[in-house]
């Protein structure tokens, strides 16, 4: 099983970043897709959660109505659009994957907000 996160990076607050997170080794269309962000010092959370079938989309509070999630079922990947970035969305990035008890992680991806 693999989940490669791409697409972090620098970027000044109010812009604009895709990441992507490449799936392989399982059936990807049989799982729930997440993005979740770790800043320094501070606990893993869920920012963004889409299910199998695509049919629950779940944001967390703080990146409603800026980020987007999506999935591509024909290449196995799952995006993760950040619109309107602020300083507090500076952190390092998760791609999982998760059916039962079966729950993978990725490397991560960092993005750095900053002027």
């Known amino acids: 099983v693999q989940l490669v996160e791409s697409g972090g990076g620098l970027v000044q607050p109010g812009g604009s970043l895709r990441l992507s997170c490449a799936a392989s080794?399982?059936?990807?269309?049989?799982?729930?897709m997440s993005w979740y962000r770790q800043a320094p010092g501070k606990e893993r959370e869920l920012v963004a959660r889409?299910?199998?079938?695509?049919?629950?989309?779940r944001y967390a509070d703080s990146v409603k109505g800026r980020f987007i999630i999506s999935n591509d079922k024909a290449k196995n990947t799952v995006h993760l659009q950040m619109n309107s970035l602020k300083y507090e969305d500076t952190a390092m990035y998760y791609c999982?994957?998760?059916?039962?008890?079966?729950?993978?992680w990725g490397q991560g991806t960092q993005v750095t907000v900053s002027s």
């Open positions: 080794g399982f059936t990807f269309g049989s799982y729930d």
């Open positions: 999982n994957a998760k059916r039962g008890s079966l729950n993978y």
């Open positions: 889409i299910s199998s079938a695509s049919v629950i989309i």
